[in-house]
């Protein structure tokens, strides 16, 4: 799996329960630790799951990536030295972005200004859409 945020992880567990070996490549934004950004309430019930049903994930923690091919993904670590990983299945799980196409086309055909939440202002968690809808229904 490309990547190691908390949509990485997700996938990791879903395809380790279903006992496929599973080896997470984290890109430099994630530090070298799994899901780093998740909340710490959170991680803790994900690691304690994982380690329930007898999961470990081996993460190889701040790499670039070469190439993908039919046997696997070519990674790059930071001395520069290369490695091969060997895969049947390549998931990139790297994140996601904002995304405003919407608002963007159709710009002031409903509301002056249009009230953005979520993904559109800021790609992140349902609760943070949940607080910007909260808050802007109470402007509206």
Request: net charge negative; proline share 4%; glycine share 14%.
């Amino acid at each position: 799996i490309i990547g190691g945020e908390l949509v990485a992880a997700e996938v990791a567990e879903i395809l380790a329960t279903k006992g496929k070996n599973v080896t997470l490549c984290d890109i430099p934004a994630g530090g070298g630790q799994l899901a780093a950004s998740m909340e710490i309430s959170a991680k803790m019930g994900y690691n304690k799951l994982m380690a329930e049903r007898g999961i470990t994930l081996p993460l190889i923690p701040n790499i670039q990536f070469k190439e993908i091919t039919d046997e696997g993904v070519s990674v790059v670590h930071p001395d520069g030295r290369e490695q091969f990983v060997e895969a049947d299945t390549v998931v990139i799980a790297a994140g996601y972005l904002a995304n405003d196409g919407l608002a963007k086309t159709l710009g002031g055909k409903t509301w002056d200004p249009p009230y953005l939440i979520g993904d559109c202002v800021k790609a992140g968690r349902i609760f943070g859409a949940i607080h910007d809808g909260a808050r802007v229904g109470r402007t509206i």
